[in-house]
C-alpha cells in the first residue's frame, strides 16, 4: 500500500462519538460507549468522545486510550450561543477529521430539565457536522417515549443512518416518523469473560449472611439532572414488593440498592428525606442496604454476589443490566414491557412482571428463595442465553455499518 492509500485509510479509523455523559458516570448508554469505544481502540481506531463537562474532572483527557473531551454545552442545561458551539466544535472537527460522528442518544437529550435547550444543541451539532462533509450516526438507547413532540426535529434530521438497541426502538421511531437514510437493529453486548470469571466481592459477602436472600436494584435511584426518586427504573416497585415480602413471609432477605444521591443541594436533600419517611413507614430499615454508584469494572462482582436482579423498569429499550446478571449467574427480573422481552423468555432464562404489581413481584421472590430446582434451571438457560450478546458481536455489526457508510460517502 503506497503512502497516500495508508493516510487515507488511517483517517477512515477516526470515529467521534458524542453523548450526553460518559465514564465515570455510570449508566446503561454510558457502559455500552465505554464497551464500544475500548472494543474500536483496541482494534486500531482513533476514538474521540465528546460529552458533558463536570465540576471534578478535566476538560480534556485520555481513558483506556480514548480522547475525552468535555464541554459545558453538552450538559443541555445552560443556554450556548450558537456561535460559540461553532466554533468550538468546528475545530474539534478540524483538529481530529473524523469521517463519521457517531450520536449516541443524540435524538433524546434525556436527563436534562428544559429538553429543548438540547435540541437546539444537536441540531447546531448536526449541522456543523454535515457542512464539515462528516457522515453521521444516531445509536438510538431510548424510544421517544416521553414527550415525543419536543424531540421530533430531532427524529426528522437526515441521519446517515440509525442504529437502534431492540426492535421495540425501532418500532417506536417507525411509528413517530423519521427521515433517516437508513434504520436497523443492533443489540448491545456484553464482556462475557468479565461476568462468567466474577466473584464476590468483600462488599457482598458482608452482607449476604447465610440464608439470606439477596435482591440487587443496579440502577439509579434518584435522577441524575433532579435528585428525584426515579419513577422509570421503578425503585418503588421493589421498595413496595418487599414490604409485602416482609409482612406475609419469614425469610431473609436484603435489599441492595444504588443510590446516586449527592447531598449538594436542597432538592437531593428533600428526595433522601422523603425516601427514608418512605423506608420507615413500610418498616424496611434493616432490610435495605445502600450503596454508591458502582463502575462498569466492579458491577460483576456484585452480580456474582445476589439471588436477584430486580429492575422493573417502565418501557426499559434494551436493559443490558439483565444481561449482565445473567452472565454473572444471578436470575434476572425485567417488566413485561419493552426491550427485555425480545431475550428474556418468562419462567425459563429469567422473569418478566407487571411493573405495577407489587404482589405479584413480592410472591416472585418468596418463589425463588425457595426453590432450588427452578433458580438452577433458570441461571443454566440465563448463561446461555448472554453468549449470544457480546460485545465483540455488537461492535462487528456497527463496524458493518460504518463501512457501508464510508463506501457509499
Same mark, same amino acid.
Given at each position: ?128 457536522? %454535515?457542512?464539515?462533509?462528516?457522515? !453521521? ?112 413471609? %419469614? ?22 428525606? !422523603? ?11 434493616? %432490610? ?122
Amino acid at each position: 500500500m503506497n503512502i497516500k492509500g495508508k493516510m487515507k485509510e488511517d483517517k477512515y479509523k477516526i470515529i467521534l462519538f458524542v453523548a450526553w455523559y460518559f465514564y465515570p458516570k455510570v449508566g446503561g448508554v454510558e457502559t455500552m460507549l465505554l464497551n464500544q469505544a475500548r472494543y474500536f481502540v483496541n482494534t486500531g481506531y482513533k476514538i474521540i468522545i465528546l460529552t458533558s463537562s463536570s465540576n471534578n474532572l478535566p476538560a480534556e483527557e485520555y481513558i483506556y486510550g480514548i480522547k475525552v473531551i468535555r464541554r459545558e454545552y453538552m450538559r443541555g442545561q445552560i443556554h450556548t450561543p450558537t456561535n460559540q458551539i461553532k466554533d468550538d466544535f468546528s475545530a474539534i472537527l478540524e483538529k481530529y477529521h473524523p469521517k463519521i460522528v457517531h450520536f449516541h442518544n443524540g435524538s433524546y437529550p434525556a436527563g436534562v430539565k428544559d429538553r429543548s435547550i438540547g435540541v437546539e444543541v444537536i441540531k447546531n451539532l448536526f449541522k456543523i457536522a %454535515k457542512e464539515h462533509g462528516t457522515s !453521521i450516526i444516531e445509536h438510538a438507547h431510548n424510544a421517544q417515549i416521553k414527550q415525543p413532540e419536543i424531540t421530533k426535529p430531532l427524529r426528522e434530521l437526515p441521519w446517515d443512518f440509525v442504529i437502534c438497541v431492540s426492535k421495540f426502538v425501532k418500532e417506536r421511531w417507525l411509528k413517530l416518523g423519521t427521515r433517516a437514510k437508513n434504520i436497523e437493529v443492533v443489540y448491545n453486548g456484553i464482556d462475557l469473560l468479565q461476568y462468567e470469571n466474577a466473584k464476590p466481592n468483600s462488599k457482598i459477602a458482608k452482607i449476604k449472611q447465610p440464608n439470606n436472600f439477596l435482591i440487587f436494584f443496579p440502577a439509579r435511584v434518584f435522577r441524575i439532572s433532579s435528585g428525584e426518586i426515579g419513577e422509570q427504573k421503578n425503585f418503588m416497585l421493589v421498595l413496595k414488593a418487599c414490604r409485602k415480602l416482609n409482612e406475609t413471609s %419469614k425469610i431473609n432477605f436484603k435489599l441492595l440498592a444504588v443510590s446516586n444521591h449527592k447531598n449538594t443541594n436542597s432538592s437531593d436533600r428533600q428526595s433522601e428525606k !422523603i425516601l427514608n419517611k418512605i423506608i420507615g413507614e413500610y418498616k424496611l430499615e434493616d %432490610k435495605i442496604v445502600f450503596v454508591p454508584p458502582i463502575s462498569p469494572d466492579e458491577m460483576p462482582n456484585y452480580y456474582a454476589g445476589v439471588d436477584v436482579v430486580c429492575a422493573p423498569s417502565i418501557n426499559e429499550t434494551f436493559g443490558l443490566v439483565y444481561l449482565e446478571a445473567m452472565a454473572a449467574g444471578a436470575i434476572a427480573i425485567a417488566s413485561n414491557t419493552g426491550g427485555p422481552r425480545e431475550y428474556i423468555k418468562n419462567g425459563e432464562n429469567g422473569f418478566l412482571v407487571d411493573p405495577k404489581d407489587e404482589t405479584a413481584l413480592a410472591k416472585l421472590f418468596f418463589r425463588l428463595s425457595h426453590n432450588d430446582f427452578l433458580t438452577k434451571k433458570i441461571k443454566y438457560n440465563a448463561r446461555l442465553t448472554a453468549k449470544m450478546f457480546l460485545v465483540k458481536h455488537m461492535c462487528k455489526e456497527i463496524e458493518r455499518i460504518y463501512n457501508k457508510i464510508l463506501i457509499a460517502s
